[in-house]
């Protein structure tokens, strides 16, 4: 069984640039679109973006000027850069695997998630 | 943006009771929409995919249904490890959307 992992600062300065990184373990990173979300204290989820084995990347219109992802597969990993963050972006962000192979769409693994708070 | 609205928004349920959460679609998604369970401090968990398969592993309680813009989790006998907050979402078109959730209690 695949397994995702989040990992990067928890703590990120306003106007500063947010860098995770999720690395997956017992599975490969081929052949997938892998994904971040997000979700604020208290709310509900926001997808990201993602970006696929082959290097596409799709990203959320709302965060598009500020979203870069990229994708490392000698090292097993995904990551995501968000620039010029606000007290906005504050949430816990999640890494997650998505099946794409039609009719089958879904977000099939998560990782467990990593608190994010922008503050000075 | 195709929006997606649950509801309710919350719901009190005994154990046993039968459960059905609905969401609906801003415009057709055709079938292209699942469910996910997640439980406070954890990351989501998928139920459903494409409108009606079973996830691996998920109990046979748990089933959807619908087609367009109108779509249904049903529960068939709620269990105490099924309390937990509800989200749909569409994988139709981009950006992909989830709906605001729905918060089951215990009544």
């Known amino acids: 069984q695949v397994q995702l992992q989040e990992s990067g600062p928890g703590l990120v300065k306003p106007s500063e640039t947010l860098s995770l990184t999720c690395t997956v373990s017992d599975g490969s990173i081929s052949n997938y679109y892998w994904t971040w979300i997000r979700q604020p204290p208290g709310k509900g989820l926001e997808w990201i973006g993602y970006?696929?084995?082959?290097?596409?990347?799709i990203y959320n219109p709302s965060l598009r000027s500020r979203v870069t992802m990229s994708l490392d597969p000698s090292k097993n990993e995904f990551s995501l850069k968000l620039s010029s963050v606000t007290a906005a972006d504050t949430a816990v962000y999640f890494c997650?695997?998505?099946?794409?192979?039609?009719?089958?769409?879904?977000?099939?693994?998560w990782g467990p998630g990593i608190q994010v708070t922008v503050s000075s | 943006a195709i929006q997606m609205t649950q509801s309710p928004s919350s719901l009190s349920a005994s154990v046993g009771d039968r459960v059905t959460i609905t969401c609906r679609a801003s415009?057709?998604?055709?079938?292209?929409l699942g469910w996910y369970q997640q439980k406070p401090g954890k990351a989501p968990k998928l139920l459903i995919y494409?409108?009606?398969y079973l996830q691996s592993g998920v109990p046979s309680r748990f089933s959807g249904s619908g087609s367009g813009t109108d779509f249904t989790l049903t529960i068939s006998s709620l269990q105490p490890e099924d309390f937990a907050t509800y989200y749909c979402?569409?994988?139709?078109?981009?950006?992909?959307?989830f709906g605001q959730g729905t918060k089951v209690e215990i009544k």
């Open positions: 997650a695997r998505r099946v794409a192979t039609k009719p089958i769409y879904c977000f099939d693994s």
């Open positions: 494409t409108t009606s």
């Open positions: 970006i696929h084995y082959s290097g596409n990347t």
């Open positions: 415009q057709g998604i055709k079938n292209d």
């Open positions: 979402l569409q994988d139709y078109d981009y950006p992909l959307t």
